[in-house]
């Protein structure tokens, strides 16, 4: 389970922490972490056991089982590139839009206040 050299090593100690909780506490379990793969490709899955008990409330197994997620992790990292880069784009769009239109109010307030000086003359 959670502890097999499977198991990328980086995601090991946070998968068995979370299997041994939910072993003790008799609940469902599920996680996600990466694991080697036949072909030696690590994958993202998540990994959902629920336990069996017996008629007395006892611990008979567990069953259980993993889903390939890799490619949903991948869309996610994904959209959280764009979401950064979206966020960039509309900071530079908006400072360049803001510079050239605070000179333009500027000088439109100094002409103003020259117009109105010229006038009081």
Not at 80 to 107: C, E, N, W, Y
Request: hydrophobic share 40%; glycine share 6%.
């Amino acid at each position: 389970m959670a502890g097999c050299r499977a198991v990328h090593e980086e995601d090991r100690e946070q998968a068995r922490a979370a299997w041994l909780a939910e072993v003790a506490a008799r609940a469902h379990y599920t996680t996600e972490y990466r694991i080697r793969r036949y072909d030696g490709e690590y994958r993202w899955t998540i990994a959902r056991g629920t336990p069996v008990l017996d008629e007395g409330g006892e611990l008979v197994e567990w069953v259980g089982c993993n889903w390939d997620v890799h490619a949903i992790k991948d869309a996610q990292r994904e959209l959280a590139r764009m979401v950064k880069f979206q966020k960039l784009l509309l900071a530079v769009v908006g400072h360049d839009l803001r510079t050239p239109l605070s000179a333009i109010l500027t000088g439109r307030r100094f002409s103003r206040r020259a117009h109105l000086l010229r006038c009081v003359d």
